[in-house]
């Protein structure tokens, strides 16, 4: 074999950085995303970053696994070659089921980072449409790049304090978790890095993150905030904090959000990282999780574990919620479409039922359990099956198992077999 063709065969094989059409680094655009009151999204962009890290997430250049309600593309101009894809969802997704999002038009930050191509490049994004059947994406803004005439701002490199939790491998090779610190004060610094982990061993304390840990780097740091706590609005309480977290986001009490994307994100990427996981110091019930934007976990919140485990499904698997009480600040639509998450169906035969190879031969489809019949013979409990109430409804969704972390909290409460195959599949496409 010819050197040049062995070369050319080892760029191509070679996943992530320094494949064809990319050179070392990580690039992040920041973008303004608005919408609401009925109209149609609108994107501004507002600048590329360069995060002097060399790129550490996805192992392949196109996720299979689209779990977000938003994709984008990657493609290099002259060759007009998609160079890399990713899906995520957003403050802004969350925001779109809201009471709040046909009244209002909002705007949000917004960011997406890839690897930093070596030439001029394009970036699309697409939108699920979430009415239709497939959920497919639709392109909805596309902007090219001239990487010799484009402004890219350096990271502002801060003097923040950092601790390794769990150090598995280098960056490009492993699942790289940073937990950031919000509402701790320069007095509260070793509380923090011992609070983080504390999390850290109870996510790790739940299966398959336990057989997997191996597979993930986690990293804790610190940007001191000047007060103490996070905002809560009922209170008029507003303290002055590193990433201005609030409670009681979008009218719903347990929820916490922070707007401040670009601060977040200029803060994560002083580590290696690709899912943040926002540790605030509070003891309140006040938590969130958005596939490719952050988790929140209250420290001393007792429920921090279960928090940490359900909150992180949604953040890093893109898992939805199997419970099916209605969430008051959410608007379901009326349609009744199959969901693009991996633990919700419509189905209701086994053959629509995208779970169906974890069905044994023998379990009923619908899968009866105790809550609609109590005098039920047969206890499917511990079984694989398709078992009514999910996604904030009790009728017409259905979830894997009876119970499941992305259910309901509970002694001896674990993710069901079809969540931690979801997990799983997550990992391997960030790790090996
Ligand atoms: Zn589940």
Same mark, same amino acid.
């Given at each position: 074999?010819?050197?040049?063709?062995?070369?050319?065969?080892?760029?191509?094989?070679?996943?992530?950085?320094?494949?064809?059409?990319?050179?070392?680094?990580?690039?992040?655009?920041?973008?303004?995303? !608005?919408?609401? %009151?009925?109209?149609?999204?609108?994107?501004?962009?507002?600048?590329?970053?360069?995060?002097?890290?060399?790129?550490?997430?996805?192992?392949?250049? *196109?996720?299979?696994?689209?779990?977000?309600?938003?994709?984008?593309?990657?493609?290099?101009?002259?060759?007009?070659?998609?160079? &890399?894809?990713?899906?995520?969802?957003?403050?802004?997704?969350?925001?779109? $089921?809201?009471?709040?999002?046909?009244?209002?038009?909002?705007?949000?930050?917004?960011?997406?980072?890839?690897?930093?191509?070596?030439?001029?490049?394009?970036?699309?994004?697409?939108?699920?449409?979430?009415?239709?059947?497939?959920?497919?994406?639709?392109?909805?803004?596309?902007?090219?790049?001239?990487?010799?005439?484009?402004?890219?701002? +350096?990271?502002?490199?801060?003097?923040?304090? =950092?601790?390794?939790?769990?150090?598995?491998?280098?960056?490009?090779?492993?699942?790289?978790?940073?937990?950031?610190?919000?509402?701790?004060?320069?007095?509260?610094?070793?509380?923090? &890095?011992?609070?983080?982990?504390?999390?850290?061993?109870?996510?790790? =304390?739940?299966?398959?993150?336990?057989?997997?840990?191996?597979?993930?780097?986690?990293?804790?740091? &610190?940007?001191?905030?000047?007060?103490?706590?996070? +905002?809560?609005?009922?209170?008029?309480?507003?303290?002055? !904090?590193?990433?201005?977290?609030? =409670?009681?986001?979008? #009218? $719903?009490?347990?929820?916490?959000?922070?707007?401040?994307?670009?601060?977040?994100?200029?803060?994560?990427?002083?580590?290696?990282?690709?899912?943040?996981?926002?540790?605030? %110091?509070? %003891?309140?019930?006040?938590?969130? #999780?958005?596939?490719?934007?952050?988790?929140?976990?209250?420290?001393?919140?007792?429920?921090? #574990?279960?928090?940490?485990?359900?909150?992180? /499904?949604?953040?890093?698997?893109?898992?939805?919620?199997?419970?099916?009480?209605?969430?008051?600040?959410?608007?379901?639509?009326?349609?009744?479409?199959?969901?693009?998450?991996?633990?919700?169906?419509?189905?209701? !035969?086994?053959?629509?039922?995208?779970?169906?190879?974890?069905?044994?031969?023998?379990?009923?489809?619908?899968?009866?359990?105790?809550?609609?019949?109590?005098?039920?013979?047969?206890?499917?409990? =511990?079984?694989?099956?398709?078992?009514? /109430?999910?996604?904030?409804?009790?009728?017409?969704?259905?979830?894997?198992?009876?119970?499941?972390?992305?259910?309901?909290?509970?002694?001896?409460?674990?993710?069901?077999?079809?969540?931690?195959?979801?997990?799983?599949?997550?990992?391997?496409?960030? *790790?090996?």
């Amino acid at each position: 074999m010819k050197l040049s063709t062995l070369v050319f065969l080892l760029l191509i094989y070679c996943p992530g950085t320094n494949a064809i059409g990319f050179a070392e680094g990580t690039l992040r655009m920041d973008y303004l995303h !608005t919408g609401g %009151n009925r109209t149609s999204d609108s994107i501004k962009f507002v600048e590329l970053i360069d995060e002097a890290q060399k790129w550490s997430g996805l192992l392949e250049s *196109s996720d299979k696994l689209l779990r977000g309600d938003y994709q984008f593309t990657i493609t290099d101009q002259s060759t007009r070659q998609v160079l &890399f894809t990713n899906s995520f969802s957003s403050v802004y997704s969350d925001w779109a $089921m809201s009471v709040e999002y046909k009244e209002k038009q909002r705007t949000f930050e917004e960011s997406i980072r890839f690897p930093k191509p070596s030439d001029d490049f394009t970036v699309t994004l697409f939108k699920r449409d979430l009415s239709v059947k497939g959920q497919p994406f639709v392109k909805f803004w596309e902007k090219s790049f001239v990487l010799k005439k484009e402004k890219i701002r +350096a990271l502002r490199k801060l003097n923040i304090k =950092s601790e390794m939790i769990i150090e598995s491998g280098s960056p490009e090779k492993k699942v790289d978790v940073v937990i950031i610190a919000e509402g701790f004060t320069k007095a509260d610094e070793t509380n923090f &890095f011992e609070q983080a982990k504390q999390v850290t061993r109870k996510l790790f =304390s739940y299966s398959p993150y336990k057989e997997y840990q191996s597979h993930f780097n986690v990293r804790a740091i &610190f940007p001191v905030s000047e007060q103490r706590g996070v +905002a809560i609005p009922s209170k008029e309480y507003y303290p002055s !904090t590193a990433l201005s977290v609030y =409670s009681e986001a979008l #009218g $719903m009490t347990r929820y916490a959000l922070t707007l401040q994307n670009n601060q977040l994100r200029d803060i994560a990427a002083n580590v290696p990282y690709d899912t943040i996981i926002i540790l605030t %110091n509070s %003891n309140k019930y006040s938590a969130a #999780g958005i596939y490719g934007a952050y988790t929140i976990v209250p420290a001393f919140e007792q429920r921090s #574990g279960f928090l940490m485990a359900h909150e992180f /499904g949604h953040h890093f698997a893109g898992l939805a919620d199997e419970y099916f009480h209605s969430t008051p600040g959410y608007e379901k639509s009326k349609a009744i479409i199959e969901p693009y998450q991996p633990n919700i169906t419509i189905g209701k !035969t086994r053959k629509t039922i995208k779970w169906r190879d974890l069905i044994g031969d023998k379990t009923p489809i619908p899968t009866p359990w105790q809550e609609q019949d109590d005098s039920n013979l047969q206890n499917y409990s =511990s079984t694989v099956g398709a078992f009514e /109430g999910a996604f904030y409804s009790k009728y017409n969704y259905f979830r894997p198992s009876e119970s499941c972390l992305m259910r309901l909290n509970g002694k001896n409460i674990e993710f069901c077999t079809v969540c931690k195959e979801a997990i799983i599949q997550m990992i391997k496409a960030y *790790s090996k």
